[in-house]
């Protein structure tokens, strides 16, 4: 049976046998008490934290935090473990203040929040076992951190952080921060990963970097639209590089030709201040329910709701003030006071601080039934499937066609329109990359452009 001790005001604590348990209330080290751990012993803290005012000394021992609850690291004291190890399945340890880890950082389930502070590997340190239910993150700020000497590095990832580098060139002394914050770039937010990388002697040769991440640090970004933006004093925007390679299954996309170290962002390669994830008009008790949300949204003030009776010849009848700037999702809503007698068309107008204009996509309601009417083709542009979004007014055959310019069509299907709203699908991930048309016959005349990337 393995000791178990409860450690609140500790003075000096020899940690010299093979295995201590802190209960609950963690391990408190106070101001002139100490805790020297022996060789290879293991302090396991169970449902509980650590604060340090006083001496940890981490020898070549692991600390060990389990349990079902959240617990801190924190303290006055600088706190440096040899192997530092979460197995909290679902839950997180919050760091206080800086810490570093000089062997193993070990991710068994569980997320270490850096909650504005630093978690520094140094030279010596590495992850290990991170996973998308057991790993780093920090909306609130704070770097992981890693350094070391890349002389001709071919493929270096120090400390398994991330970032994998390539050059002939001997950098000497380098340092790798990794961010877990949605960077705001001049266009959209980037995911919840970015990358500081500095070195003492600058790249006089082209460099190949390859950046990991996981998809639940996408947030609102779309994988297949994912690029790499470099942040340096003369382009704070960011700057979208060409990559090279992209692996959606290995969670990596690569740089080639990096010709100058800094910040590099990962997010969307589509400019967007405010991308919108949908708007939809339904009928109900005569009016018309409106609901549109943005994934995201920079510098915006306000959307301005208009409808037409023809599909043409908008007018402004409300407005509905936006959210500003923010890197999380919102949803909107408002019901038209006017009774629909016929068909009614409707966009929104979004309004930037600025006084710059974007328009939405047209929907539609009928108090009679649906029109025939194209809503919506998304995503454009495209690498692969393309979805066709529109109203039909009665249950009929309609036919989806993908043309160029020229009409020739190179893919045609039917597809068994239902009374209402459809969503209809074409692939054309196997075209070559360029301007092509959908049409859908039956439901309108008009084609309506989509870009294959």
Not at 37 to 62: E, K, L, Q, Y
């Amino acid at each position: 049976m393995q000791p178990k001790i409860s450690l609140f005001l500790l003075s000096t604590l020899s940690a010299c046998i093979m295995q201590y348990a802190a209960s609950a209330q963690g391990l408190t080290i106070n101001n002139g008490g100490s805790v020297v751990v022996n060789g290879a012993a293991n302090i396991v803290v169970n449902n509980g934290g650590i604060s340090n005012a006083g001496t940890f000394n981490a020898g070549t021992g692991t600390v060990l935090f389990t349990g079902a609850t959240a617990a801190s690291v924190s303290g006055t004291s600088n706190t440096a473990f040899y192997n530092f190890t979460i197995d909290k399945a679902g839950n997180t340890i919050k760091l206080l203040r800086n810490i570093d880890v000089t062997n193993t950082l070990g991710m068994t389930n569980g997320f270490i929040d850096l909650n504005g502070s630093d978690l520094n590997l140094g030279a010596t340190g590495s992850i290990a076992g991170e996973n998308p239910n057991a790993r780093v993150i920090g909306a609130a700020g704070g770097f992981l951190v890693k350094t070391a000497t890349l002389n001709a590095p071919n493929k270096a990832n120090p400390g398994n952080i991330g970032v994998e580098i390539t050059t002939g060139d001997n950098l000497g002394l380098t340092t790798i921060k990794r961010g877990h914050q949605a960077l705001q770039l001049s266009g959209n937010f980037g995911i919840n990963r970015y990358f500081d990388i500095n070195s003492t002697t600058p790249l006089s040769s082209n460099a190949i970097l390859r950046f990991y991440y996981f998809d639940q640090e996408l947030g609102n970004v779309l994988e297949s639209e994912l690029g790499v933006y470099s942040l340096f004093n003369t382009n704070p925007g960011g700057i979208l590089q060409q990559d090279n390679a992209f692996d959606p299954v290995a969670n990596y996309i690569q740089l080639g030709g990096v010709k100058q170290l800094g910040r590099f962002v990962l997010a969307s390669d589509i400019s967007d201040p405010a991308r919108s994830a949908y708007f939809t008009a339904v009928l109900v008790n005569g009016r018309s329910n409106l609901s549109w949300g943005t994934m995201y949204e920079i510098n915006t003030d306000h959307f301005e709701l208009e409808r037409a009776y023809n599909g043409r010849d908008f007018q402004r009848f409300a407005t509905i003030a936006a959210s500003g700037t923010t890197s999380v999702s919102h949803n909107y809503a408002y019901t038209d006071p006017e009774l629909i007698t016929g068909p009614m068309y409707y966009r929104y107008k979004l309004v930037y601080k600025d006084g710059t204009v974007r328009y939405s996509n047209i929907v539609s309601v009928n108090i009679d039934g649906y029109p025939d009417w194209v809503l919506q083709v998304y995503p454009n542009p495209s690498t692969g499937p393309v979805n066709v979004r529109f109203s039909s007014s009665k249950d009929q055959k309609v036919i989806l066609q993908v043309v160029d310019n020229l009409g020739h069509v190179f893919d045609q299907k039917e597809f068994a329109a239902v009374k209402g709203l459809n969503i209809a699908t074409c692939d054309i991930s196997k075209l070559a990359q360029g301007i092509y048309y959908i049409r859908v016959v039956n439901i309108e005349k008009r084609a309506h452009k989509v870009i294959k990337q």
